[in-house]
């Protein structure tokens, strides 16, 4: 079965930090770019960061770039989020989704079941 | 960034009806157009890509159109299983933006 499973969330206080994981089965781990995708509590759905199949090539929202750092072990099919200096604005459940494309037409075909970071003090 | 706003925010409807629902870019993204459907407390589901492109195990009922800059999602004879919220999404360039979502509900 295709899936990713997140970890790592929790309560954490302004300025701390939190480190995401998402484990992924079913499927060839390092043929795939990864995006991590959040949602605040009651709102839409915000695009955070994304990372190559290889691990060479990486983007970040404006939001979290320089707070943020997105990595993956190809070796453990995981996708990481280390996420610092976080702000109460960082609140959301944060969803590892799989990047697919056809044609050069990408779209997020498998997400997982997300985790929840709260920010508060 | 391109601005993804989606109309209307939220409808009501009964189980058999035609359900529309309608994106729009900010600019022109071609067909760089997804759909995902959600519901309360899961994740997104994908439902449609590259505009008009059916996810594998979607029911046909579930058909998008568009290009350019505007977008629509429709669902023929909705059934329970389909109320939700549906979120339009651009592929264009990045960042990556998504629609604030338009919610299904019971009429």
């Known amino acids: 079965e295709v899936q990713l499973v997140e970890s790592g969330g929790g309560l954490v206080q302004p300025g701390g930090s939190l480190r995401l994981s998402c484990s992924a089965s079913g499927f060839p781990f390092s043929d795939y770019d990864f995006n991590w995708v959040r949602q605040a509590p009651g709102k839409g759905l915000e695009w955070v960061s994304n990372?190559?199949?290889?691990?060479?090539?990486?983007s970040y929202a404006d939001s979290v770039r320089g707070r943020f750092t997105i990595s993956r072990d190809n070796a453990a099919k995981s996708l990481f989020l280390q996420m610092d200096s976080l702000r109460a604005d960082d609140t959301a459940v944060y969803y590892c989704?799989?990047?697919?494309?056809?044609?050069?037409?990408?779209?997020?075909?498998?997400w997982g079941t997300g985790t929840t970071v709260i920010v508060s003090s | 960034d391109i601005q993804m706003t989606q109309s209307p925010s939220s409808l009501s409807a009964s189980v058999g009806d035609r359900v529309t629902i309608s994106c729009r870019a900010s600019?022109?993204?071609?067909?760089?157009l997804n759909w995902y459907q959600q519901k309360p407390g899961k994740a997104p589901n994908l439902v449609i890509y590259a505009t008009s492109s059916l996810e594998s195990g979607v029911p046909s009922r579930f058909s998008g159109d568009g290009s350019g800059t505007d977008f629509t999602l429709t669902i023929t004879s909705l059934q329970p299983e389909d109320f939700a919220t549906y979120s339009c999404q651009q592929s264009y360039s990045a960042p990556l933006t998504f629609g604030q979502g338009t919610k299904v509900e019971v009429k």
């Open positions: 600019q022109n993204i071609g067909s760089y």
């Open positions: 990372i190559s199949s290889s691990g060479s090539a990486l």
């Open positions: 989704t799989r990047d697919n494309q056809l044609l050069g037409y990408y779209y997020m075909d498998v």
